[in-house]
Structures are given as C-alpha cells and as structure tokens.
C-alpha cells in the first residue's frame, strides 16, 4: 500500500492544474464573445492578423519539403536532448553511457545519409536533363 505522504506532492499538482484549468475555461467562457445575432456581422466573422484584411483562402498547399523540414528538425531536436543529457551525465554513466551515446549517434548518421542519398534533402528545383541522341552524337544542324 503507498503511504500518502509519498504521493502528497503529486495529488498537489494534480489540484493546483486541474484549479487552474478550471480558472481559465471559466474566465474564457464569462468573458469572451457571446455570437448573439446582434454580435454576428462581417467584421467578426472573417479573419484577422496583424491589421492586414485577409485576401484569399488560408488553405494554402504546401509542398512535402515542409513536412520534411519539420521532421528533420524533431528527430535533430530529440538527438539534442538526448546528448545534453548524457553530456550530463557521462561521468556516471562510464562506458556504457559512452558506448550507447555513439551507437546512437551512429544510426542517426546512417539514417541521414540515407535521406541524403534518396534525395529527401534536395529541396531546389530538379536540374533539367538533356536528352541524348541514341548513338550519343548530337546532330549538327
């Protein structure tokens, strides 16, 4: 059985979020905009940023690169953090530590020039191919 001295701190946390997530729906629900047929005109139903009047749809398609943007940066980011906290902790851990840091840099090499090589990082526009004559000599007009 845990003794609730152990988990006080937790069951604390646990209020003082659960307080606070009350708090704000609560403030958000009794101040913000009631949508009453008086409220509902132009003005509050199109988009607004920065004081610039929106001039076409926000569904915008963006090409894969973005996403793959996107995904370099957390796996690179998850690789970050993983080696700050070894850097912390590399006294500790001893060769082990050592030896499970460089496996792990290893495959993210491994994993890059993979992307590398399949061409996820060639993000300009493709080169143009010049086609070849089947005998490979260019005729002279």
Known sequence: MVDFSQIRSLVVYALVIGVLLICMLGLGAFTGIRRTRKHMGRALSTPFESGIIPTGSAHLRLPVQYYLVAMFFVIFDVETA?????????????????????????????????????????WGPLPRRIPQSPTGMEHAS
Do not use: E, K, N, P
């Open 82 to 122: 993983f080696l700050f906290t070894w850097a912390i902790v590399v006294t500790d851990v001893g060769w082990i530590g050592y030896s499970a840091a460089v496996l792990f840099i290893f495959f993210l090499a491994v994993s890059l020039a993979y992307l590398w090589r399949a061409g996820g990082l060639d």
